[in-house]
């Protein structure tokens, strides 16, 4: 797994898509790195508030599945989260996203109140301000453009881009979160955390195949319709006055017609036959294009977890190896315990006893 820098973060946000293998994959490598949390978070907020309209929603989402899996045991990432949320969603507020990315925001709010993942003073300053957001919309969109300025003009008097985030601002930003509009958003939602809040499921990713499944339908293409070499010579084979129209008008008998007309049938035959086996090995080609693509992401997101197991037991070995060498230095130096005189050279023999 690669090491952290703001420039590999940043590139890694650059990449980033709305898939679930996509959005996991960074977290992943976020939580791997989070000792750097205060920088990743600053590094994720300054590129929220450079990216698309249509690419803040997967930020938030990539934000949510970070604190999400955080929460307990790395508890101080979701309050650095917090600390920048409201700058966010006031930076959000000030844009058009549309109504299913809203509608999306809406019930990640919600959840985040629902499930507490941010401070009770973050949940409230978020749901004020998107809150704001749904009453300046509703009081806008009756009004025809003429009689007023153009909501558009009050937006430009915001920055398109958040100030960049202060330490108090890094608070604000994951800690509050409501959904003021319940209505289920038709986007995908990519946070697995998510099921259990009444709202229907979001889409999880396509099961990959088994192995020997996939091994099976690339030995099933080898025997395809292509690859018949009897068919295809038959075909090859043909006579060539079959397919021109004009040897029609060469027929003289009826004999030398019906012989043709067999011909053609048997052609015809032969060619549609062998069309739908071209038809359907065709879908089979499909189906097991999408079947090595979900295969190769599955063993890369397991590549992504074993990395992350490795480097974890690294780290725990670096430890024992660190407490083995200061406990090997602690005893080195220990003084030495000089050699203790034994009973028998401290009393005196029998024979000493008795003489004088």
Known sequence: MSGFSETSLSLKLAELNPSAPSIQGVSLWLLHHRKHYQTSVKVWYKELGNTKNEKKLTMLYLANDVVQNARKKYPEVPREFGKV?????SHLAALELGPKTEASIDRL????????????QVTQ??????????KVSAKTRPRPPSSSPPPRKKERLHSPHPPSPSKTDLTDLFSDSEDPNPEQSQIPDHNSNCDTNGQESPKSPTTPPDSDDLISALQHLEASASSDAAVRESIAKLPPELSDV?????VATEDQAREQLEQLESASSLLTEYNKRLEEE????????K????FLTAQKDLLVQAEERLEVYRDKLDKVNQVRTELEAHLASLPDIPTLPTQADMLPSTEKLFTG
């Open 109 to 120: 709010v919600k959840i985040w109140r629902e499930r507490q993942i941010f401070e009770k």
């Open 85 to 89: 949320m409201k700058s966010v969603f």
């Open 125 to 134: 300053d978020i749901e004020r301000v998107w809150r704001a957001k749904g």
């Open 291 to 294: 079947m090595v693509a979900d």
């Open 282 to 289: 065709l879908r089979d080609r499909t189906r097991v294009g």
């Open 246 to 250: 004009a040897t029609v008008e060469k």
